[in-house]
């Protein structure tokens, strides 16, 4: 317990975190745009969910969508499909 509340005191600067976080979220999106590659079938069934809501930029949103919530893309859509 008295490691992690060391850990905890050290002063971090707002620029070392955002760079901690673009480091963390370059795999995250690597690993996001490889699953909407390989599954197309989410992103064409998130894409006629958006043509009623967004027409002209139905096809984009759906990928962007697709790459950004493949985790839970993994458990299926069965999960949250109404």
Do not use: Q
């Amino acid at each position: 317990m008295s490691g992690l509340r060391r850990l905890l005191s050290r002063k971090v600067s707002i620029e070392a975190m955002l760079e901690f976080a673009m480091w963390l979220a370059i795999p995250y999106l690597v690993v996001g745009i490889v699953w909407t590659f390989f599954n197309a079938d989410d992103v064409a069934r998130i894409e006629t969910r958006l043509e009623t809501k967004i027409p002209a930029g139905s096809d984009l949103g759906a990928f962007g969508a697709t790459t950004a919530l493949w985790p839970f893309l993994i458990f299926g859509h069965e999960v949250c499909a109404p």
